[in-house]
């Protein structure tokens, strides 16, 4: 039994609009309920190749000193971390690990996204306009570090110092 041609097409046209509908609900899932999770994802491909192919903003503890800085290599970008000790508050950005610490909360931040500017992050993505990468600056004051980092001397445990009027992280060790 051969079927008409208007029976064809009217299959057609039912299997197009099932295949738009679920992919349309894939892309309204994707970006409306799932969004704000995969943008701050530490492996976000997106975020993880601002990585390589532009510097990332600076981190710096309260003195103004710097504690994080990307310089350019033959390959990209590649983070630098200058006080080793503070390695569980600023975290790292690496193209083969992700980021985390600092680095992945403010990942948006540090690369010239703000997050709490919707146009400057389409215009980013779309028309490839990208603002100067944003910096941050830590409460670490760097004697304060120093102690606690001596006061561990290789010991096995922690020490956290907060400002007591802003709640800040002052200083943070362990071993």
């Known amino acids: 039994m051969t079927r008409s041609i208007a029976a064809n097409i009217r299959g057609l046209t039912l299997a197009i609009a099932l295949a738009f509908l679920v992919t349309s609900v894939g892309v309204g899932y994707w970006t409306l309920v799932a969004g704000d999770e995969l943008a701050t994802d530490p492996y976000n491909p997106r975020l993880v190749a601002a990585i390589r192919d532009r510097p990332r903003g600076l981190i710096k503890d309260a003195s103004g000193a710097t504690l994080a800085e990307s310089v350019q290599t033959q390959d990209g970008y590649k983070r630098?971390?200058?006080?080793?000790?503070?390695?569980?508050?600023?975290?790292?950005?690496?193209?083969?690990?992700?980021?985390?610490?600092?680095?992945?909360?403010?990942?948006?931040?540090?690369?010239?996204?703000?997050?709490?500017?919707?146009?400057?992050?389409?215009?980013?993505?779309?028309?490839?306009?990208?603002?100067?990468?944003?910096?941050?600056?830590?409460?670490?004051?760097?004697?304060?570090?120093?102690?606690?980092?001596?006061?561990?001397?290789?010991?096995?445990?922690?020490?956290?110092?907060?400002?007591?009027?802003?709640?800040?992280?002052?200083?943070?060790?362990?071993?």
Do not use: C, M
């Open 80 to 175: 630098v971390y200058r006080d080793k000790t503070l390695a569980h508050v600023t975290g790292y950005a690496s193209f083969q690990f992700g980021a985390s610490g600092i680095e992945a909360a403010y990942a948006e931040s540090l690369i010239g996204q703000d997050p709490g500017d919707p146009l400057s992050q389409w215009r980013a993505r779309y028309l490839r306009e990208r603002a100067p990468p944003g910096s941050i600056v830590l409460g670490i004051d760097p004697k304060l570090q120093k102690a606690a980092v001596d006061a561990l001397a290789g010991r096995r445990g922690a020490i956290t110092a907060n400002d007591s009027i802003t709640a800040a992280i002052a200083g943070s060790a362990s071993e």
